[in-house]
């Protein structure tokens, strides 16, 4: 026998008609410092563990009034965590298997002659039901925590639906204002080329025609001079030099040509000129067949091109020039570089000191395209970009 007792106070309730059993049992659980109650009836029994009168039941399974298996049975209704530990004079195999089908935790026969086996039968149920009950407390705090969980979760996730939506209308509201200002942009865009083109008819009109016709009135008296005077013949060559300047820029303002020709020939013409002008040679490629293009789109091509030269021809200090066309899918890619001494975008104030790249910039975007730029001081500049025809 154990010294110290390790469940005193236990309420062992002890269910039996079978008064002699009972007092051979009690002194030895007084001894061990259990706490003990002896009722002969199944009834009154069951109302002492649904009152929590009791921590274990002793139960026979032969009784007058109402058989051991069914106050399991209904104790495993009213009160089902109290353990049960049957204790029997027969040993009958069967009844014993049913006993514990209905949820007898321990079956201990009658006569006991070794009182430690009781006592090990009352800890192991005991112990049982302990576990059982650390196990019930342990699940509930699991089921406690899952559900503090899943509720900040449902939180978090409300958070989150409220801040996408609140980003999708946000996304919506950017797309317009995007569409708001490439239509703007468009308009600008649109607004100048007109512009230029009025300015460009206006200069030809006026100052282009005035010239022309000077030109030929000193040229007329010229002739009725009959004979070779300088200054007349300085004057005629001063005006004549003019009305190529003039016409020049009245082509560089708005090219008439762009509505006629296609724009690989507006292209081929302005490259003619430029190296005429710049002295800078130019390498020119072209793959694939132009499509039909549409003239806006045609001019605001022949613009970025216009730009690129002029840059070239006014900060490159370079002696080639290549540039590779690329039509396909009803798209074109270009690349135009030079060898000349490049720039250093990393100080911002280079990138932004014009306006002629911000507007080949507006102008890739309106036709729905991308662009790259490379350059380094000493290594030349390349543009390239793709645009949709
Ligand atoms: N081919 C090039 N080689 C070297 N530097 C270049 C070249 N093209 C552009 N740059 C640099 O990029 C800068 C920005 O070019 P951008 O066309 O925007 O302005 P800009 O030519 O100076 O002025 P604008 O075009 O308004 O008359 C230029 O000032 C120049 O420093
Ligand atoms: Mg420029």
Same mark, same amino acid.
């Given at each position: 026998?154990?010294?110290?007792?390790?469940?005193?106070?236990?309420?062992?309730?002890?269910?039996?008609?079978?008064?002699?059993?009972?007092?051979?049992?009690?002194?030895?659980?007084?001894?061990?410092?259990?706490?003990?109650?002896?009722?002969?009836?199944?009834?009154?029994?069951?109302?002492?563990?649904?009152?929590?009168?009791?921590?274990?039941?002793?139960?026979?399974?032969?009784?007058?009034?109402?058989?051991?298996?069914?106050?399991?049975?209904?104790?495993?209704?009213?009160?089902?965590?109290?353990?049960?530990?049957?204790?029997?004079?027969?040993?009958?195999?069967?009844?014993?298997?049913?006993?514990?089908?209905?949820?007898?935790?321990?079956?201990?026969?009658?006569?006991?002659?070794?009182?430690?086996?009781?006592?090990?039968?009352?800890?192991?149920?005991?112990?049982?039901?302990?576990?059982?009950?650390?196990?019930?407390?342990?699940?509930?705090?699991?089921?406690?925590?899952?559900?503090?969980?899943?509720?900040?979760?449902?939180?978090?996730?409300?958070?989150?639906?409220?801040?996408?939506?609140?980003?999708?209308?946000?996304?919506?509201?950017?797309?317009?204002? &995007?569409?708001?200002?490439? @239509? *703007?942009?468009?308009?600008? /865009?649109?607004? #100048?080329? %007109? +512009?230029?083109?009025?300015?460009?008819?206006?200069?030809?009109?006026?100052?282009?025609?005035?010239?022309?016709?000077?030109?030929?009135?000193?040229?007329?008296?010229?002739?009725?001079?009959?004979?070779?005077?300088?200054?007349?013949?300085?004057?005629?060559?001063?005006?004549?030099?003019?009305?190529?300047?003039?016409?020049?820029?009245?082509?560089?303002?708005?090219?008439?040509?762009?509505?006629?020709?296609?724009?690989?020939?507006?292209?081929?013409?302005?490259?003619?000129?430029?190296?005429?002008?710049?002295?800078?040679?130019?390498?020119?490629?072209?793959?694939?067949? &132009?499509?039909?293009?549409? @003239? *806006?789109?045609?001019?605001? /091509?022949?613009? #970025?091109? %216009? +730009?690129?030269?002029?840059?070239?021809?006014?900060?490159?200090?370079?002696?080639?020039?290549?540039?590779?066309?690329?039509?396909?899918?009803?798209?074109?890619?270009?690349?135009?570089?030079?060898?000349?001494?490049?720039?250093?975008?990393?100080?911002?104030?280079?990138?932004?000191?014009?306006?002629?790249?911000?507007?080949?910039?507006?102008?890739?975007?309106?036709?729905?395209?991308?662009?790259?730029?490379?350059?380094?001081?000493?290594?030349?500049?390349?543009?390239?970009?793709?645009?949709?025809?």
């Amino acid at each position: 026998m154990t010294d110290k007792l390790l469940y005193e106070g236990l309420r062992i309730l002890i269910i039996d008609d079978d008064r002699e059993f009972s007092h051979s049992i009690e002194d030895f659980l007084q001894d061990r410092g259990f706490l003990h109650n002896y009722i002969d009836d199944g009834n009154l029994g069951i109302e002492k563990a649904v009152n929590n009168e009791c921590d274990v039941v002793l139960l026979d399974l032969k009784m007058p009034k109402m058989s051991g298996i069914k106050v399991i049975r209904e104790m495993k209704l009213k009160a089902p965590e109290i353990p049960i530990i049957i204790v029997s004079g027969t040993i009958d195999i069967k009844e014993a298997v049913t006993a514990v089908r209905e949820g007898a935790d321990e079956y201990i026969l009658k006569p006991i002659y070794d009182m430690t086996e009781l006592e090990l039968c009352i800890n192991r149920v005991w112990e049982k039901y302990l576990l059982k009950r650390q196990l019930e407390e342990y699940k509930q705090g699991l089921e406690s925590l899952v559900f503090e969980r899943t509720k900040q979760l449902q939180v978090k996730t409300e958070e989150l639906t409220q801040s996408n939506e609140l980003l999708k209308s946000e996304i919506v509201k950017r797309k317009h204002a &995007e569409i708001l200002l490439k @239509k *703007n942009t468009m308009n600008i /865009i649109e607004a #100048i080329e %007109q +512009e230029r083109k009025r300015l460009s008819q206006e200069l030809h009109d006026s100052v282009g025609q005035r010239l022309m016709f000077t030109k030929i009135n000193l040229e007329l008296l010229a002739k009725e001079l009959k004979q070779e005077n300088e200054k007349l013949n300085n004057a005629i060559e001063g005006v004549s030099l003019a009305g190529t300047e003039i016409s020049s820029l009245i082509k560089s303002l708005y090219p008439v040509s762009i509505e006629k020709y296609s724009l690989l020939q507006n292209i081929k013409t302005l490259i003619e000129s430029f190296e005429k002008i710049s002295m800078i040679n130019v390498e020119f490629g072209v793959e694939g067949n &132009e499509p039909q293009i549409e @003239k *806006n789109v045609k001019l605001s /091509i022949y613009r #970025i091109f %216009q +730009e690129v030269l002029n840059n070239i021809a006014k900060h490159s200090d370079a002696q080639n020039v290549r540039i590779k066309m690329m039509f396909q899918n009803s798209e074109l890619s270009a690349e135009i570089s030079d060898d000349g001494i490049g720039v250093d975008f990393e100080n911002e104030e280079n990138l932004h000191s014009g306006t002629g790249l911000f507007s080949i910039q507006e102008r890739i975007v309106q036709l729905n395209g991308n662009f790259n730029i490379r350059s380094k001081n000493g290594s030349g500049f390349t543009i390239e970009f793709k645009v949709v025809l």
